[in-house]
Every structure is written in structure tokens, then in C-alpha cells.
């Protein structure tokens, strides 16, 4: 048998027939596909429209051993192939020979499965069940609060750390997710894991990759990926699985994560990466060549992803693989929303059907859907379509949000030049662009970003990508790049950052153990580092001014529930701002309605990036919620008052409310 080929005539031809209309109105089709299990029978179906022969195999072992039965299946019609096998199939495995149209045979699982073995190379039947957690029918998210403060796990990440307190067993699992009363060394005193979560105050975990991808092979736990890399969309993937053989453990405990999430009081959203394949040989490309693929117009295979191959999401099929593969994961795992890698390489349609689908079956915005609105490189879309990108954002529906990097490097410095200074660290920055940030960039123009309303703006200082927040100020403020000393300039350039991320409206994110200044050690692409470099270092998060700093995040996360100012996401909050201007230089003060709180009718945000100096006020007596060195000060039972003047703290913010007259 052969894998891909890329005969340069042969896929100009597919790329021509395939962008027909002939060819979509001939084959694109609604059936149902994959292996849909009853307990009587299991029809195979599988869409393979220029095949010319298709064999299914059927094994009693995920990853070895000969076939148990060879059988051919029959066309059906648009394109599709299929069998039936009577009998309870629950359990089995299998995969598919597809002969082409050129006569190349070619073995592959099935891209419409929803279980798999080890390493996903043969697929399953499964019973779903028989793979629910006990009270799984009873599953529900948390109600929607006043805000989203949106916390990126990596599963691996979460409990490596021998400190965690998880049974060594379940480290860097699943499980490790549905675990309450973890400490730090088991001391019982300081609270790891999901226990933290909660006293910390997020209400979202994104859970980075946790489909069935291609760069770790299951059971080895001294290999390390992001995951970034889909083999099986629709399919957990089975390294975080307590045993990756049985196909259906690895869903059994996913879902239990996901239900222990929601039963802490967490909504969970999934990264999805629907813009490429862990390589070009996949189990779309065996199955149908090239048709799930860009190709640029000497035949070649797109490559706007970096990694060798687009998904081509404007061909009809492709669209319905995604969006049905998007309520998959939401009907069958509970899934509270869907981070996009890459968005800009989906296009607006197709974005736009996912956003309306999820609303008609879930509710209006119940389901966050945000990503990322760039791409590696430009990428071959067929003409007319338009990529899911920056500029496509205020055309969209108000619930498609995206990453605004134009904050992110405004307030820490641009994230490919790595001793270039932002707000808060040493740069420049203008005030009417710091003025846009706190309006989550709402109806800019000819600006970095701009959204249609706050609600589609993801403020963020760090995630996975590139450097922690920690080791860009670090690098950029340090010349002994001492990313493990708790330098007090650099704490101080650490909580100014939060407290404008804070101030910011939009959904506020943030990288796990960002609040502890979480280091990686100067690496700027850890996505293949050792799990001890990526990992959550637990002790650190409870360790003298590393505890302070995660204390100030946990401050600030409950002060903005309170804070109409910054919650509102609707198009007119960006009117919220009433003035915007510099009480002195590195210094930015805004002011903002803050109506609808019982106790301050206006909020002012003063951060000073330079020297201690006093600042004047506006009229009205104002209370001090939060400074520098505390995010709690509007909790204390005998407020601080400010009239007229305030002096404001080096390198630090200032959050005042004004007292309603």
C-alpha cells in the first residue's frame, strides 16, 4: 500500500475538479458517516467519492494483529461508501483500504471516528455510553457570572510537578483534573491544582489540545508536545489516558474532567485546530486525495499554517467536517466554548456557521468562541472567500472573538523582538492607543485591531506562544537574566501589567501561572521542551513574593466582577470612557462610568510607568480599591478616601471609585 503522493499534474487536476460546482453538487451529502453503532449492527460509512474500491478490516487490538474480517463496501450514493455488520461491534477496531481513482491503495482509519487505539492508527466502534461517567446525564456548566477571566491549561502542565500533591499515577492526566483537596507536598495547607483554580477566582480553564494528535506516542511520559499537531478531530487523545490500549477510557475520563471542572464552579473551553493536519499523509488525504487540502496553483500543498498543509475549510465537505466535529465536541463532551489555532485560515463563513449552529442549539453566546486572527503565511483560499483575520472582525457576529496582540505588545513589547520594551517595562507607548486597549478596541480605525465590541476582544499579556510574561520582563529589564530571582522592579512592572489587563474590557486571559510569574527560562518556544521546564512549578506559586504576586492577581480577578466599567461587552461600552489623559510622563489616566454599582458611580484607572509623583483628581471623593502593592484595599472594612490629590505609587496603578454624591 502507499501513503500520499503528490504528483504535481495529477493534483493541479483534483484541485480543478474538485473547486468545480459539478463536483459539490454531485457529492457533497448529509449522511451520517463513521461507524454508527447500534447494539444489533454497525453501518460503515465513509465518504470517498473518486475511490474506485474500498475494503474495511475489522481487529480485536487497536494497534497490532492481523484482521479477525475483510470486507468491501458498496456505494451508496454522493460519494459515499458503506457496509453492514450485524452483531454488537462495541469495542472492535478497525480501518479502511481505499484504491483511488490512478489505482493507488492506500490504508487508513476512518477521519469520521469517534474512538480509537493506541496512537490513533486503527479506529473503533465505541457505545457512548458505556463511556459516561456516572451522573454525566446530569452534567451542566456553572451559570454565566458577571465576567469571563479565561485560565490556559496544558493537561501534562497542570500536575507534572512532584509538588503537586496528585498521586504520581495521575500526573499529567486527565484525572489529575478531577481531583479536589491536592496541597502543595501534601502538606494540607496550600491549596495545587483544581483547588487553587478556585481560590485564584477564574471562571473559564481552556484546555490546550486534548484531541488525539500525532508528536507524543501514547504511554511514554517522558515525551512532551503542545499537541498542536491533529490526527483523530474527534477523538481525546490517549497519552493524558490512564490506559491509551482501551480505546474507551480515554473518553470515560475526559468527560469525568470535564464534570469535575464544571462541578468546581469552571466553564471549559477547548483549543481546536482545524486549520491543519499533523502532516499532509493523513487520514483525510488517504481517504479522499487532496479535497480536505489548499493547494497552491503549481499543485503543491499550501502551507499558511507553518506546518507543511491548510485545511481547505471553504470546500463544502471540509465545512461540514469542522462545524459537525465543533457540535461533537459540545454535545457529546460538554464542551463550553472553542479556542481557534490559526482562525485566519478558516474562512468567515464557515466561522459565521459555527457561531449560529452553537446559538440555535445552546442559546445566544452561551458557547464562547474566540481564536487566534492571523495566520503563519497567506494561505490559497478560493477566490471570494474571506479569511476569519483582524480585518474580518467588526464584519462578524459579536460573539467570534479573537487574541488582540496589539495590547498584549503594547503593554509588554512586541513579541518577536525579544529586548523590545512595552508599556510597562521601559517603552513608549501613545495614549490614545493605551486608550483603545481599555476599550477593547472597539469601532478603532486603521489601528493594529479593531472589533466590532469589546465582546469579541480576548486581552491577554501571555499565553503558550512565545515568552511568558515573567521572562519577557525579565529580558527586557534584566541584563543577568535571572528568571528565577523575585527582583522587586520587575514584580512591580508584573503588577502594573495585570492591573491594565484588568482595566481592559473584553475577556480577560491569561497563561497558567502567569499571576506567580511562571517561567520557562528565556525559551520562547517550549512546545517540544522537557515537561519539567513546561511544567506549573507549585512550589513557586506559594513561595514569598511569588505568592504575593499570584495574591495581587486573585485581588484584581474580584474586583473586576464588581466593576460595570470593565464587564460591559456590548457595543456601547466603549462610551463608557469618558476621558483619557497623562498626569505626567509614562503616566496614563482614564475615566470611566461606572453606573449600575451601588457603591461608585465612576472608576479611575491611573498607571505610572516612571517615577513616585502626585497626581491630581478628578472632582468628587474617591476610594482607593486598589494600588501597587494591594488589590484588595476595596475590601477592607475602613476604606481608604481620596480627595483632590493622590500620589502615585513608582511603577505601579492606581484604581479609585468614585463615591456616588
Not at 118 to 139: I, K
Not at 344 to 359: C, F, K, P, Q, W
Request: with cysteine.
Amino acid at each position: 500500500m502507499q501513503t500520499a503522493t503528490q504528483n504535481p499534474a495529477a493534483a493541479s487536476a483534483r484541485r480543478r475538479m474538485y473547486d468545480s460546482k459539478a463536483f459539490e453538487a454531485q457529492y457533497h451529502t448529509d449522511q451520517p458517516l463513521g461507524a454508527l453503532w447500534t447494539p444489533q449492527a454497525t453501518r460503515f460509512a465513509l465518504w470517498a467519492p473518486t475511490a474506485r474500491r474500498v475494503e474495511l478490516s475489522l481487529y480485536e487490538d487497536g494497534c497490532s494483529g492481523a484482521p479477525q474480517l475483510t470486507t468491501e463496501l458498496a456505494r451508496a450514493g454522493r460519494g459515499v461508501w458503506q457496509v453492514l455488520l450485524e452483531g454488537d461491534l462495541d469495542g472492535r477496531y478497525y480501518d479502511f483500504s481505499v484504491t483511488d481513482s490512478e489505482g493507488v491503495t492506500r490504508r487508513t482509519a476512518d477521519p469520521w471516528a469517534r474512538a480509537c487505539g493506541r496512537d490513533g492508527a486503527r479506529s473503533m466502534v465505541v457505545d457512548l455510553r458505556r463511556t459516561d461517567p456516572e451522573g454525566w446525564q446530569q452534567d451542566a456548566p456553572p451559570a454565566h457570572g458577571t465576567e469571563d477571566i479565561i485560565y490556559e491549561v496544558h493537561v501534562k502542565d497542570f500536575s507534572h510537578d512532584p509538588h503537586s500533591g496528585v498521586p504520581e499515577a495521575l500526573r499529567g492526566k486527565y484525572l489529575a483534573l478531577t481531583l479536589n483537596g491536592t496541597t502543595l507536598d501534601g502538606d494540607g495547607i496550600h491549596p495545587t491544582c483544581i483547588d487553587y483554580l478556585r481560590q485564584l477566582g477564574v471562571t473559564h480553564v481552556q484546555l490546550m489540545p486534548v484531541y488525539d494528535f500525532g508528536s507524543v506516542p501514547e504511554g511514554q511520559g517522558d515525551s512532551y508536545n503542545w499537541g498542536y499537531d491533529p490526527v483523530n478531530y474527534n477523538v481525546p487523545d490517549g497519552w493524558y489516558a490512564t490506559d491509551p490500549d482501551d480505546g474507551a477510557v480515554r473518553i470515560r475520563e475526559l468527560k469525568a474532567a470535564v464534570q469535575a471542572l464544571h462541578r468546581n464552579g469552571f466553564r471549559v473551553v477547548m483549543d481546536v485546530v482545524y486549520n491543519h493536519t499533523y502532516k499532509l499523509d493523513s487520514w483525510l488525504w488517504r481517504t479522499e486525495p487532496w479535497y480536505f487540502y489548499r493547494q497552491n496553483p503549481d499543485g503543491s500543498s499550501a502551507d499558511g499554517s507553518g506546518c507543511g498543509n491548510d485545511l481547505a475549510s471553504e470546500r463544502s465537505m471540509c465545512a461540514r467536517y469542522i462545524l459537525e466535529s465543533v457540535l461533537y465536541w459540545a454535545e457529546e463532551y460538554h464542551m463550553d466554548g472553542f479556542r481557534f489555532d490559526l482562525m485566519a485560515l478558516l474562512d468567515t463563513g464557515l466561522m459565521s456557521r459555527i457561531r449560529t449552529e452553537l446559538d440555535r442549539r445552546y442559546g445566544k453566546g452561551e458557547k464562547i468562541l474566540y481564536g487566534e486572527p492571523w495566520s503563519a503565511h497567506a494561505s490559497p483560499m478560493r477566490r471570494g472567500t474571506v479569511p476569519t483575520g483582524k480585518r474580518a472582525l467588526p464584519t462578524l457576529d459579536e460573539n467570534i472573538g479573537a487574541f488582540c496582540d496589539a495590547t498584549r505588545d503594547l503593554v509588554k513589547g512586541h513579541i518577536l523582538h525579544a529586548e523590545r520594551p512595552g508599556f510597562v517595562n521601559g517603552g513608549s507607548a501613545r495614549l490614545s492607543a493605551l486608550a483603545s486597549a481599555i476599550t477593547g478596541w472597539a469601532g478603532v480605525q486603521g489601528g493594529r485591531f479593531a472589533s466590532r465590541a469589546p465582546s469579541q476582544t480576548i486581552s491577554y499579556l501571555s499565553s503558550h506562544d512565545d515568552w511568558t510574561l515573567w521572562d519577557k520582563l525579565v529580558i527586557t529589564m534584566d541584563p543577568q537574566r535571572g528568571f528565577d530571582q523575585p527582583t522587586p522592579a520587575i514584580l512591580r512592572a508584573n503588577r502594573l501589567a495585570a492591573a491594565f489587563c484588568f482595566g481592559c474590557q473584553g475577556h480577560w486571559f491569561l497563561l497558567a501561572g502567569e499571576e506567580f510569574g511562571r517561567t520557562k527560562q528565556g525559551l520562547q518556544d517550549s512546545f517540544n521542551a522537557p515537561a519539567d521546564l513546561n511544567r506549573l512549578d507549585w512550589t513557586r506559586a506559594w513561595t514569598g513574593p511569588w505568592r504575593q504576586l499570584a495574591e495581587y492577581y486573585q485581588g484584581l480577578m474580584a474586583l473586576r466582577e464588581q466593576l460595570p466599567a470593565l464587564c460591559d461587552k456590548s457595543e456601547a461600552a466603549p462610551r463608557r470612557l469618558l476621558g483619557a489623559w497623562r498626569p505626567g510622563r509614562q503616566c496614563a489616566a482614564f475615566l470611566l462610568d461606572n453606573k449600575a454599582h451601588s457603591h461608585w458611580d465612576q472608576l479611575l484607572l491611573i498607571y505610572n510607568a516612571g517615577r513616585a509623583r502626585p497626581a491630581p483628581l478628578p472632582a468628587g471623593q474617591w476610594q482607593l480599591l486598589a494600588d501597587a502593592d494591594s488589590s484588595t484595599l476595596w475590601a477592607e472594612a475602613q476604606p481608604t478616601l481620596l480627595q483632590d490629590q493622590a500620589e502615585l505609587p513608582e511603577s505601579g496603578a492606581l484604581i479609585l471609585g468614585r463615591l456616588h454624591p
